[in-house]
């Protein structure tokens, strides 16, 4: 019985690889190579998130090198500015919110231990190991992919990936996360960022209150 358990879950497991075509995934494995750099990488990008109450434009910076990380995202929502910075030296992840009123206050919350997961606004070239199925759709300048049915309870139910089709770069990534719609379209990328960009200084924030985990 056990033997036949785990043949019907290797059979069901290559069902579902096979409902992702080859071409999809060839073509965000020849994207994630662009992405790689032992110097580090640097993506910049504008930012849309539509909700049912507002919906806020901004610019985002994702810095990556090895498994450390940095990013600053910039958002404008009903004539407020937000400004929000997560970062990741390999032992401690920090997160450094500006306050909106002048009744608030700049928050900063540092948190031991490994990375826990990937931030809600974030690129990932993996999406063919994340959905069931896929839907490649070629257009004059972009190859663009629709992801549905996804294999975890955390992954949103769509996405979808525009891919520059002369040099495999990203382009543009959509999707929904909760109540809301998101859109991040590159604007540049660089290979190569200082270490110093993942080094925590907690006096970059003096006037911040202090949360720790």
């Known amino acids: 019985m056990k033997q036949i358990l785990i043949l019907l ?3 069901l497991c290559m069902t ?5 075509p080859v071409e999809v995934t060839e073509i965000l494995k020849k994207s ?4 790689k750099s032992d110097n580090g990488l640097e993506i910049d990008m504008k930012l849309h998130v539509g909700a049912v109450i507002a919906s806020m434009n901004g ?12 990013s600053v995202m910039k958002m404008k929502v009903k004539g407020h500015e937000m400004y929000r910075e997560t970062g990741y030296d390999g ?29 809600k606004f974030s690129v990932d ?4 190991k994340e959905y069931k199925n896929a839907k490649l759709k070629t257009t004059d300048k972009f190859y663009e992919i629709t992801f549905t049915g996804p294999l975890t309870k955390d992954t949103p139910k769509k996405s979808i990936i525009r891919i520059v089709k002369d040099t495999y770069m990203l382009h543009e990534y959509e999707t929904k996360v909760s109540i809301a719609s998101m859109k991040m379209t590159v604007t540049k990328i660089k290979l190569g960022v200082s270490d110093n960009l993942f080094v925590f200084d907690q006096n ?7 949360v720790r985990k």
Do not use: H
């Not at 579902?16 to 992702?20: L, S, Y």
């Not at 070239?125 to 063919?128: P, R, S, T, V």
């Not at 970059?204 to 202090?210: E, I, L």
């Open 125 to 128: 070239m993996g999406l063919d």
């Open 16 to 20: 579902v690889q096979a409902q992702i």
């Open 32 to 35: 994630g190579e662009k992405f």
């Open 9 to 11: 879950l290797l059979q």
């Open 59 to 70: 610019t985002m910076k994702m810095c990556k090198k090895g498994d450390k990380s940095f």
């Open 91 to 119: 032992t401690q992840t920090w997160t450094y919110g500006k306050a909106v009123d002048e009744e608030e206050r700049d928050t900063l919350t540092i948190t031991k231990g490994a990375k826990k997961k990937k931030e």
């Open 204 to 210: 970059k924030y003096p006037n911040a209150v202090v």
